[in-house]
């Protein structure tokens, strides 16, 4: 999610936080010195936080007491931990990618050296470019050394995209006619050891409201089973061994 700013956008994400049942929030570019961080926590009613300043005011971790989060990475544009849950760890690397095209190529580079090892790993956020052409609606073309540069870093790390629900854009510009701009900048990725450790896990798009970014929200739920139908047919009872079958079941 992006921002804190006024009241009402914080009654807005405090909302969503409980009607999607979230117990590990990020808010990047909170627009806030580090010490409102406490104020957001106890609005949002999750007791642990966590920002890395200096280096890292952009990105805000949040937590339920469920989940142990340990940091082994940080820079201006992430913020890696180790997440445990249920006795179950994997690696979540939050991303909030400088607009810079020669700050993400940094970015990218610091990225694909981590190691996760045998964990899961996911990498999640405001990416700050797109994949391919499709992803952007209005406007001059994209770059094509921007998303060749995203694309190599995602190939050469071996990452899958996690598939989503919703629209498929997540940023606007806000503006009107013909200079409107729709992209998608904000996904979540993921090794194998993740879509094999997390097979249903699903990123939802949710409404964009007052923000330019819509907030994104990861699922993960079991897939449901429902009873198979049981149909009982009148003609099965004049069959001659009806009696029989039935009284052997």
């Known amino acids: 999610m992006h921002g804190t700013g006024p009241t009402t956008k914080l009654d807005y994400i405090k909302n969503e936080?409980?009607?999607s049942?979230?117990?590990?929030?990020?808010?990047?570019?909170?627009?806030?010195?580090?010490?409102?961080?406490?104020?957001?926590?106890?609005?949002?009613?999750?007791?642990?936080?966590?920002?890395?300043?200096?280096?890292?005011?952009?990105?805000?971790l949040l937590w339920s007491n469920d989940i142990d989060v340990n940091i082994v990475d940080d820079s201006d544009q992430y913020i890696t931990a180790k997440i445990t849950h249920n006795s179950k760890s994997f690696f979540l690397s939050t991303v909030y990618s400088s607009c810079d095209i020669n700050q993400r190529k940094l970015l990218w580079h610091d990225l694909s050296i981590f190691d996760p090892g045998p964990l899961p790993w996911l990498i999640g956020?405001?990416?700050?470019?797109?994949?391919?052409?499709?992803?952007?609606?209005?406007?001059?073309?994209?770059?094509?050394?921007?998303?060749?540069?995203?694309?190599?870093?995602?190939?050469?790390?071996?990452?899958?995209?996690?598939?989503?629900?919703?629209?498929q854009y997540t940023w606007c510009n806000n503006n009107a006619g013909p200079i409107r701009i729709w992209l998608r900048l904000d996904r979540l990725l993921t090794n194998l050891a993740g879509s094999l450790a997390f097979p249903n896990l699903k990123v939802v798009h949710k409404p964009r409201i007052l923000s330019d970014h819509c907030p994104i929200v990861a699922i993960n739920h079991e897939p449901t089973r429902f009873p198979r139908n049981f149909k009982f047919l009148r003609q099965w009872t004049q069959d001659e061994d009806f009696s029989n079958v039935m009284t052997r079941s």
Do not use: Q
């Open 17 to 19: 936080v409980k009607t």
């Open 125 to 167: 956020g405001d990416f700050n470019t797109i994949s391919k052409p499709s992803e952007k609606w209005g406007g001059r073309p994209y770059s094509n050394k921007s998303m060749d540069h995203f694309n190599s870093f995602i190939a050469s790390s071996s990452l899958f995209e996690v598939s989503y629900l919703g629209d």
């Open 21 to 60: 049942n979230i117990s590990l929030c990020a808010l990047l570019e909170p627009k806030h010195a580090g010490f409102h961080l406490l104020r957001t926590s106890l609005a949002l009613h999750i007791p642990n936080h966590i920002h890395c300043n200096p280096v890292n005011n952009h990105i805000w």
